[in-house]
């Protein structure tokens, strides 16, 4: 669970909702909560509406989603996997920009998709391909088809560099581009 900035126009900082209890993972589509702060889109009414922008820090208690990290593996141990612990924020990009990021849903419907297809998110808080017309839940646009990212190790996957591992897509390590349209 990654988010790579590649070009970005406003990086946001916002209050965590106290009130939320689970995962913000990088790159996953937050929204916020009236008063209470941001929090991760899910169910909540009208939230796959709302999209504030995507998550740029992790809000865990198990796993670390630093692009190529290890789940087990964390900057501070104090902090538990939870970047926003010591300041109860979370920073937002939003407002455009171009980020590589694995936070989609893998069903493969992307696979085909057309450079420049829209993106809109689901339930999960993951990108999701919207069809082939703009609509009101539009969050972004495909640049990069999903395919392995290079990580800057010498290897053999990717251009003469190693992959760079995907927590959340495990069997392929594929992230996709795309350009950020809230």
């Not at 790159?27 to 169910?43: E, M, P, Y």
Request: aromatic content about 8%; glycine content about 12%.
């Amino acid at each position: 669970m990654a988010i790579i900035p590649l070009y970005y126009v406003v990086a946001g900082s916002y209050d965590i909702d106290p009130t939320f209890s689970g995962t913000i993972a990088e790159g996953q589509c937050v929204f916020l909560n009236g008063a209470n702060g941001v929090r991760a889109v899910d169910t909540t009414a009208n939230a796959i509406h709302q999209v504030l922008g995507l998550a740029g820090d992790t809000k865990s208690t198990s796993a670390s989603t630093m692009p190529g990290v290890k789940s087990g593996w964390q900057n501070r141990v104090s902090d538990g996997y939870d970047e926003t612990k010591a300041s109860g924020k979370i920073t937002v990009y939003h407002s455009g920009g171009e980020f590589a990021t694995d936070q989609f849903l893998d069903d493969g419907s992307l696979v085909t998709a057309a450079a420049g297809s829209y993106l809109k998110c689901n339930t999960s808080g993951l990108l999701i391909v919207d069809g082939a017309t703009q609509s009101f839940d539009t969050v972004a646009q495909l640049v990069t088809a999903p395919g392995m990212y290079p990580s800057g190790v010498p290897g053999t996957d990717v251009n003469g560099d190693s992959a760079l591992a995907s927590a959340a897509n495990t069997t392929t390590n594929d992230y996709i581009v795309v350009k950020l349209l809230v």
